[in-house]
Each structure stands twice: as C-alpha cells, then as structure tokens.
C-alpha cells in the first residue's frame, strides 16, 4: 500500500515570503506521480503543480515548485513571493499508473498568508 | 474546462435515511472517484470507476455503494445513513491517459 505523509499540519507566512510545505511518501513503485493540490476556503481543489517520478528534473509553475528527492522518496512545495491568495489547504497526492489511476493522499497542510 | 457538478452543497439527513449524492462531469472522463473529507484525515477513498458499470473499492467502502449506469454520472449511496458518515464528500474524474484529477465543490453532508 502506498502512503503519503504531511507532518506540518499548520504553517504560515508573511506575504511576499517563500514558504516549504513537506511531503514524503512510501511505494516499492518505480512508475509513479507525485502532485501538489490547493483547496481554497470553501473552493474547489485545484492542481497547483505535478511531477513524473521519471524526470529527474523538477517541476514548475510560476510562483510554485518542487524539490523531488526520489530516493529519500521527498516531494516538497515551495512557494515565492506568497499571496493572500493562497492561504488554502494544500494537500500532496501519489499515483500509481493502473486500471483508474487511484490517488493516494495526505493529510494535508493548512497555509495562511499573512498581510 | 472540465466541469465537475455535485447535486447538493449542504445535506442534512436523518439518521437511517438512504442518502444519494450525485456527481456529473462533462468531459467524457473514464474515471470517476468519491472521497470523504475530514479533518486531519485528509481525503479518503470510497468508491471509484474506470468505467460504466465498473465500480471498485477505495480504501473505506463499508457503509457505502455506488452507481455508474452512465459515463458521465457516478451516485454515491449511504444505505442507511449513520451519525459518523457526517462529512465532506469530494467527486472527482480523470482521464485515463491525463492522470489530473478534477474535483466538484463538494457536498456537506450532516447525519443528525
């Protein structure tokens, strides 16, 4: 069974900071997805950014990166120049290619920027 | 844009009530998902299908089934509704092929 863990429940910073939300995950998979999601307060979950874990090289998106460690099986989001807008939770997932593609996910982070 | 509907924001049923909660996208997704959201619990799996008339367990299936009679409809049913079903319920559907998953707003369901 595939696990994913998010040990920071809560974290906050000042606006126009960066902040590291932490992600660690636990699969004897080799051909797997790693992917960031944002829950807005009572808005819909959002892909904030996505990674192939064959692609040594780390995604980006904007504002929005990761640091993927395969062997330490780490996965962590950082954020530049935070907003207000993205005090959400924020949730990591793990993927394994198979008949429905099933999710697995953390317990999320809740992130608020303060002005 | 992939649109991903749920029948209802908030639900307040009573307990032993049958319960339906319908989801619908719009994008001729194969796969279809129902979790539940709690806190500190994060999301967890229900139900999910990768096609009509397919349905497989998720991680929590007791308490719970589903339907998928149609490709772009997939209804979670709560038999008998009990107080500690009270929760978010999340829908989502994903291509096979794109591997994101698109979410609807979520229904508030509350067992009194």
């Known amino acids: 069974a595939q696990t994913v863990t998010q040990s920071q429940p809560e974290m906050s910073v000042q606006e126009a900071e960066t902040v590291t939300l932490s992600c660690t995950y636990d699969?004897?998979?080799?051909?797997?997805?790693l992917f960031w999601y944002k829950q807005p307060p009572s808005r819909q979950m959002i892909l904030v950014i996505r990674q192939e874990a064959y692609k040594q090289q780390n995604a980006t998106e904007n504002r929005f990166s990761v640091n993927f460690q395969k062997a330490a099986k780490s996965f962590s989001l950082k954020i530049s120049d935070s907003q207000l807008g993205d005090t959400a939770m924020y949730f990591c997932?793990?993927?394994?290619?198979?008949?429905?593609?099933?999710?697995?996910f953390g317990t999320g982070t809740s992130l608020t920027v303060i002005p | 844009d992939v649109k991903v509907t749920q029948s209802s924001r908030y639900l307040v049923k009573r307990t032993g009530e049958k319960v339906f909660l319908e989801c619908v996208q719009d994008?001729?997704?194969?796969?279809m998902f129902w979790y539940r959201q709690d806190p500190g619990l994060g999301l967890r799996l229900i139900y999910f299908s990768y096609d009509v008339k397919m349905k497989e367990k998720g991680d929590i299936p007791e308490g719970y089934s589903v339907s998928r009679e149609k490709k772009e409809r997939f209804s979670l049913i709560l038999e008998s509704a009990s107080t500690n079903q009270t929760s978010m319920y999340l829908c989502?559907?994903?291509?096979?092929?794109?591997?994101?998953?698109?979410f609807g707003p979520g229904t508030r369901l509350t067992v009194t």
């Open positions: 994008m001729d997704h194969e796969n």
């Open positions: 989502a559907s994903s291509t096979q092929n794109s591997y994101e998953q698109y």
């Open positions: 997932a793990f993927m394994k290619r198979n008949t429905g593609n099933q999710f697995y």
């Open positions: 699969t004897s998979e080799n051909n797997y997805y």
